[in-house]
């Protein structure tokens, strides 16, 4: 599989990448066992970047990340993780996560975008996925916390990057404007584009991708099927888009583009993989 190189960096990725949000439990129960088939064959199709994060399934995604690519060679791939949500003790446990990880809610997310937060946020990621190093860190969703993350997260990962502990440092967001920011007024090497350049949302040409041109800095593209809209053939209601039950005229557009992908002989998935 071709690779991209960060700018301005070492780190090559695969043109694909897997996102280990459903092997955290996102929606519904994924086993261990399928979890660990879907890495192995992602692997086995050449992807070998893997981005996760604590918030997926309280860490479960982390945990099972880590106990498949340890089995692998360590410098055959790329893997990423967040920070700005720490895992604490939940005081109050009602049985279930409430953000959408069928998961037990005995540990809670607490925001800090804070240096110290970074820190123990990382060497928490590296406990749970067993692995030696990160090679890139992104600050995850800071939408509320532009001036802690911006004065000093960034900072506090910029100088892990200079000091050689972590390759490559960004931002992770749903949204462009501020991930433009990101790449206009910090230390970031990169960004993570989630749902903002797909096939029925091309938001990010009017600010992350120029801004990316003129910094010099790369953009990866994720959440390509915006939450599962795009990744059927022929798109249903009740099917997700950002995270929410898509709404009827999405579903319409969605149809219209399959029926265009059909007619070209191609897959609305296959189109859905191949835009960004």
Request: proline share 4%; glycine share 8%; aromatic share 6%.
């Amino acid at each position: 599989m071709h690779r991209r190189t960060i700018h301005r960096t070492r780190i090559e990725l695969t043109e694909l990448g897997f996102g280990a949000s459903v092997i955290g439990n996102l929606y519904r129960t994924t086993t261990a066992a399928d979890a660990a088939a879907a890495l192995d064959a992602a692997w086995d199709a050449g992807i070998r970047y893997f981005d996760t994060a604590p918030h997926y399934g309280l860490g479960l995604s982390e945990q099972r990340l880590g106990a498949t690519l340890r089995t692998r060679p360590r410098d055959e791939y790329v893997v990423s993780s967040k920070v700005g949500r720490l895992l604490v003790p939940n005081e109050e446990p009602r049985g279930v996560d409430s953000e959408g990880f069928v998961v037990r809610d005995d540990l809670r997310r607490q925001w800090d975008f804070s240096r110290d937060g970074v820190l123990r946020s990382i060497e928490e990621t590296l406990e749970r996925t067993g692995l030696d190093r990160l090679d890139i860190v992104y600050l995850h969703d800071p939408d509320d916390h532009w001036r802690q993350a911006a004065d000093e997260a960034m900072p506090a990962l910029a100088e892990l990057r200079d000091q050689g502990v972590i390759g490559a440092i960004g931002a992770g967001m749903n949204q462009s404007a501020m991930l433009a920011r990101f790449l206009r007024e910090t230390a970031a090497d990169v960004v993570m584009l989630a749902g903002r350049y797909t096939l029925l949302d091309q938001s990010a040409l009017d600010d992350v991708l120029p801004a990316a041109q003129e910094s010099g800095k790369s953009v990866v593209a994720v959440g390509v099927f915006n939450s599962g809209l795009l990744s059927r053939q022929w798109p249903e209601e009740g099917m997700k888009y950002d995270y929410q039950d898509a709404p009827a005229e999405l579903v319409a557009r969605a149809r219209a583009i399959a029926e265009v992908c059909e007619a070209h002989g191609t897959t609305l998935p296959a189109a859905a993989i191949a835009f960004p």
